[in-house]
Each structure stands twice: as structure tokens, then as C-alpha cells.
């Protein structure tokens, strides 16, 4: 699977890269960078068209022990609702996303509202998971 965004953040030498949403680690994320909220998208690509059946989010950053700060979930902005777009051309707009088997090579993120910051103005996911 391939994962590409609209686009990522970086500050404080850490790279808030799109790879993050992938790597079944709660304790990194991917950030849009702060300009990109409205037109936002994460998208990850299948080798071949495959059956998928539903996807899991967790937004926010889900680490507990965050130097200096310590649990910083709720110091991010983290995902309220979002639309699924997919290669057929359908979309599915819901804040969890449990569909019928549906066939297709990529699946596409776009967030659309988003639970508010305490902190930092970014906007997180650390997990993006396709159920097949």
C-alpha cells in the first residue's frame, strides 16, 4: 500500500509524515500542514484493486507521555466527521465507517470537521486503517 496527502507538517524537527497513519503506532501521526485544513485529503493506494469492507481512524495524537507535555490528545485538533472517497466514484461521508464489501485501488480521507484544540492548531490522525 502507497499513502500520499495533500500535504504534511514539520516543526520542532519532527516530521509529521503521511507514513505515520500506517505504521500501527499510536505514539505517531500525520498533520496537515496548518493552511491545508479546508482542502485536506489523505489517500492510501492498493497494488490492484482489493475488496475492503470498512476503515478505522484514530484521530489526535495518542500519546500519553509526551516530553514536556505529557498526554497530548487533547492538545491537537482531531477528526469529528469526514467523507470517504473511492476509485467507483462513491463517497461515504460519516464519522465511522463500517460499508458493504466494495471493490477499489485506493481510498481517499478528506476531514471536514474536527473536534477543537486545547493547544497546537494541527490537525492529526496516527491511525488509518483498511479492513479487506
Not at 484493486?49 to 491537537?76: F, L, M, T, V
Not at 476509485?87 to 465511522?96: F, H, K, L, N, R
Request: glycine fraction near 4%; charged fraction near 25%.
Amino acid at each position: 500500500d502507497e499513502v500520499n496527502a495533500s500535504s504534511y507538517f514539520s516543526a520542532d524537527d519532527f516530521v509529521y509524515k503521511t507514513a505515520n497513519v500506517i505504521d500501527n503506532n499510536l505514539k505517531t501521526w500525520w498533520s496537515t500542514k496548518r493552511n491545508d485544513f479546508s482542502s485536506n485529503w489523505l489517500q492510501v493506494t492498493f497494488n490492484a484493486s482489493e475488496a475492503i469492507r470498512g476503515i478505522e481512524i484514530h484521530g489526535g495524537s495518542h500519546y500519553p507521555d509526551y516530553p514536556n507535555y505529557g498526554d497530548i490528545y487533547s492538545k491537537n485538533h482531531r477528526v469529528k466527521t469526514a467523507v470517504l472517497e473511492f476509485s467507483d466514484s462513491i463517497s461515504e461521508t460519516m464519522q465511522e465507517f463500517k460499508f458493504s464489501p466494495r471493490n477499489t485501488r485506493y481510498v481517499i480521507l478528506k476531514i471536514k470537521t474536527w473536534y477543537p484544540t486545547e493547544k497546537w492548531k494541527d490537525l492529526c490522525v496516527s491511525h488509518f486503517k483498511v479492513f479487506k
